[in-house]
């Protein structure tokens, strides 16, 4: 047996530094992974405290570092098309003024990683969409008139030490009619939020981003 070590010593030395290769490629990956993972942002668009359209839109921070919304848009899917308007501020289309001192005015800010905030409940931005968008009158409080289908959520955020814009969106479903003065039901239309990578995706933000500021 060892004679047969020794002859084979070359070969064998040239399979042990191989292997020895190997386990190094695959540690190698793992710190590469884990590094990515840590700069890979993940935010998250849920519906909250119900489900109707009275519930609440929460975003939380997943990622490894604080990131800060930049822009919220909303997307009103109806019978006449598609609608898309900045809901970043707090809702001025009827003249209303808050306390700019409070930070009530935006939902635009940073948020803390494993943190979240509440955006306000889907009825009001919705409202605030239309009005903004002069979809319905300035006065009205009934969502029922719109001819909703569905609606989108995105969030476009800066993250990381170059300030990147990164988007996230996530469609809800607008369920059935109100009856007895009850809210309109509504429901995630994905199991998860869909984070914006394809380059025409990319190129919509990219006008978003520009038109809104």
């Known amino acids: 047996m060892w004679s047969w070590i020794m002859e084979n010593a070359s070969g064998l030395s040239a399979v042990g530094t191989f292997l020895t290769l190997l386990v190094w490629l695959f ?3 793992l710190l590469l992974y884990s590094f990515q993972r840590q700069r890979r942002s993940r935010l998250l668009i849920n519906q909250a405290y119900g489900n ?4 609440i839109c929460l975003l939380s921070n997943m990622s490894h570092e604080p990131v800060y919304i930049q822009l919220l848009l909303i997307t009103l899917s109806t019978s006449e098309g598609n609608t898309t308007c900045s809901i970043t501020d707090i809702d001025r289309s009827r003249g209303k003024h808050t306390n700019i001192t409070d930070g009530s005015v935006t939902r635009q800010g940073p948020l803390n990683s494993g943190s979240s905030m509440t955006t306000g409940t889907f009825n009001d931005m919705i ?7 002069s979809v ?3 006065d009205t409080e009934d969502l029922t008139s719109l001819g909703l289908h569905s609606i989108r959520m995105t969030a476009i955020i800066n993250y990381g030490p170059d300030g990147d814009s990164i988007g996230f969106e996530r469609d809800f479903l607008i369920q059935g009619a109100a009856e007895n003065g009850d809210d309109l039901k509504i429901r995630p239309r994905t199991v998860a939020t869909i984070r914006l990578k394809s380059r025409r995706s990319r190129k919509r933000m990219a006008r978003w981003i520009e038109r809104m500021n």
């Open 52 to 55: 109707d359209t009275s519930s």
């Open 136 to 138: 319905t009158d300035i």
């Open 127 to 133: 409202l605030q969409a239309a009005r903004e968008n």
């Open 27 to 29: 540690y190698a990956q």
